[in-house]
């Protein structure tokens, strides 16, 4: 029988409504005994592991906090992410050590040069507010060729998460408050800044870590309104999200806030 347009006609929109409720169906799920705990680095650290793709993640050894501990300062470690700080002195140099995926955000202008075993360099030029992900970085040295400081934010992506969330995504309910600053298929980072007493829209975000600065104040309402954790930077500048559950941001504090967002997608 040839095909016929005209008879096929509501077919066709009725097979890619089907195939397009397969895929939606297909997306991982919280299952059950897998609900994660509350907002805290704690629940974190005990969220349910994924298979560790074994060519995506390896021991990035060395390590960088182990090589240069005045240089690598862990700011939290939730399990499947660990922050850190890095500070470079002007002319200051890093002996070789590696990292697995990761984001890493530039607070503030500098310049960081990168080289290999093999001798190949990569001078970097790096201006605040940036942000750009990586896939593992087997053995580099560091080095600041610069008369200034250099500073790094790194969000390490140590192991996957089982547990995915369905909700509001911010970057949907509040784009007037979050902004995308970079993100593949494992991590989406995002800039959260919210003057001071405002509140962010209630939007349900992936297991996360956020980092923020001194002075600055954030607490958290579960979707009822009700506060579920406060956070002042001036205790810890971090913290990480494990639950399923919508949430709000709040800044408490008398200064405005940003928060850089980095999730295990």
């Not at 494990?242 to 200064?255: K, L, Q």
Request: hydrophobic share 40%; charged share 20%.
């Amino acid at each position: 029988m040839l095909f016929n347009p005209k008879r096929c006609g509501l077919a066709i929109p009725v097979l890619c409504f089907s195939m397009w409720c397969l895929t939606a169906c297909s997306q991982e799920k919280v299952e059950p005994g897998q609900t994660p705990g509350s907002h805290s680095s704690e629940s974190a650290a005990n969220m349910p592991s994924g298979d560790m793709d074994p060519d995506l993640f390896f021991h990035a050894e060395p390590d960088p906090v182990e090589v240069a501990p005045d240089n690598f300062h862990v700011v939290t470690d939730a399990g499947f992410i660990r922050l850190l700080h890095a500070e470079f002195p002007a002319g200051a140099s890093v002996g070789m050590h590696s990292h697995p995926p990761t984001a890493m955000y530039v607070p503030g202008d500098c310049e960081i040069v990168y080289s290999e075993e093999n001798g190949a360099e990569r001078h970097l030029n790096l201006h605040a507010g940036l942000c750009f992900l990586t896939d593992p970085i087997p053995d580099r040295l560091l080095s600041n060729p610069s008369d200034r400081p250099s500073e790094l934010i790194i969000f390490e992506l140590r192991d996957t998460v089982r547990a995915h969330f369905d909700g509001p995504d911010p970057l949907v309910y509040d784009l007037t408050r979050f902004q995308r600053l970079g993100g593949n298929k494992i991590m989406r980072v995002l800039s959260l800044k919210l003057p001071v007493g405002d509140t962010t829209e209630a939007v349900a975000l992936q297991p996360f870590v956020a980092w923020f600065k001194n002075g600055e104040s954030v607490t958290i309402l579960d979707k009822q309104g009700a506060g579920a954790a406060s956070h002042e930077a001036a205790d810890s500048p971090a913290f990480a999200g494990t639950s399923p559950e919508p949430i709000r941001f709040v800044n408490s504090g008398g200064n405005p806030v940003q928060l850089i967002i980095a999730e295990n997608k």
